[in-house]
């Protein structure tokens, strides 16, 4: 069973549409954080989040951390080509100390 | 600043071969360091975690092993490769207060 379940896992859009992931789990996170990563390269952070109720934007991304701190979600809007990427959330469970976990990731293909 | 270096970039290794993945992190003092998994287009496995040197969790099994000799050195071992050992091979650290820094990756086939 895997503790961060993201979705969908496969999303492939048209440039101009709009687009939520999703970052589920039955436990709760000190932190949650959002990655993108290209192929053959290391995932780059976007965002981390600690509050529960938590949004927070980077220009057409919004991301939201859950009241109670057990799921997030990644917003896009108007998507183009170059948000094609592995979108991939970790979060650092509560009793875990500072170990990150992530999840398996949202392959997005945004076509012109 | 904190840098993390990992090598090689590519491996090409024949079945039954042994395997060492060296990864160093700089800039930082007693990072958590991570060996992680991934199969192309998707999530990263979690193999080892470190906390400390010597200290080493294993999170499946498998036929790789990992250590920590020194604080910042962290190396993926495996004895004899198996075809199913191929894969994109991630070292990250990170500690309590920060995001996860990632290698560049090394890109492992076991032929």
């Known amino acids: 069973t895997q503790l961060l379940e993201q979705s969908p896992q496969f999303l492939s859009i048209q440039e101009g549409e709009n687009l939520t992931v999703y970052c589920n789990s039955s436990?709760?996170?000190?932190?949650l954080q959002w990655y993108r990563q290209e192929p053959g390269e290391g995932p780059v952070l976007l965002v981390t989040?600690?509050?529960?109720?938590e949004v927070k934007k980077l220009k057409r991304l919004t991301f939201q951390f859950g009241d109670a701190r057990k799921d997030s979600s990644l917003h896009i809007t108007a998507a183009q080509p170059g948000d094609t990427g592995l979108y991939l959330c970790?979060?650092?469970?509560?009793?875990?100390?500072?170990?990150?976990?992530f999840g398996e990731g949202t392959q997005l293909t945004v076509n012109p | 600043s904190q840098t993390i270096h990992q090598w090689p970039a590519t491996l090409v290794q024949p079945v039954g071969s042994p395997l060492s993945l060296e990864c160093t992190v700089e800039?930082?003092?007693?990072?958590?360091l991570y060996w992680y998994r991934q199969a192309a287009g998707r999530g990263l496995q979690l193999l080892f975690y470190?906390?400390?040197?010597?200290?080493i969790s294993s999170e499946v099994p498998q036929n790789l092993s990992a250590s920590r000799p020194q604080d910042r050195q962290f190396i993926l071992s495996s004895k004899k490769l198996l075809l199913s050992d191929s894969g994109f091979y991630l070292c990250?650290?990170?500690?309590?207060?920060?995001?996860?820094?990632f290698g560049q990756g090394t890109r492992l086939t076991v032929v």
């Open positions: 990250a650290w990170n500690t309590v207060n920060t995001e996860a820094f």
């Open positions: 436990s709760v996170f000190s932190s």
């Open positions: 989040v600690v509050t529960g109720g």
């Open positions: 970790a979060g650092v469970e509560e009793t875990s100390g500072s170990r990150l976990t």
């Open positions: 800039g930082t003092s007693n990072p958590n």
């Open positions: 470190s906390v400390g040197i010597g200290q």
